[in-house]
Nanobody
Framework: VQLVESGGGSVEAGGSLRLSCTTSGYTSPTYCMAWFRQTPEKEREGVARISSWGLTTYADSVEGRFTITRDNAQHTLYLEMNSLHPEDTAMYYC????????????????????WGQGTQVTVSS
């Protein structure tokens, strides 16, 4: 199983970025997919998740600014990020978990077992 993130970069506060995560080698049709982020100072934090049928959950810190979507046919996960804040600066990772990972609260990294290498997002003030 391979997950490859792309789309990170440097933007000014208030700007937008769109992250993508392409997957290969995973054939389960019902898996949960999620975005996490991490900085050197903090533990890995759940950002958003989406079930195979489109049920979404967001962290309070990004609700209303970020949108997670997935294209099941293309095995690709997206994260549209708008109104970016300097506090959004982090390495962003996509992940795959069982279908049950989309039901549990809160969004926990321990529920996911396939991870990408990450893409860096830097927001300047």
């Amino acid at each position: 199983v391979q997950l490859v993130e792309s789309g990170g970069g440097s933007v000014e506060a208030g700007g937008s970025l769109r992250l993508s995560c392409t997957t290969s080698g995973y054939t389960s049709p019902t898996y949960c997919m999620a975005w996490f982020r991490q900085t050197p100072e903090k533990e890995r934090e759940g950002v958003a998740r989406i079930s195979s049928w489109g049920l979404t959950t967001y962290a309070d810190s990004v609700e209303g600014r970020f949108t997670i979507t997935r294209d099941n046919a293309q095995h690709t996960l997206y994260l549209e990020m708008n109104s970016l804040h300097p506090e959004d600066t982090a390495m962003y990772y996509c992940a795959i978990g069982d279908v049950s990972a989309c039901w549990v609260a809160p969004l926990r990294s321990t529920d996911y077992y396939h991870w990408g290498q990450g893409t860096q997002v830097t927001v300047s003030s």
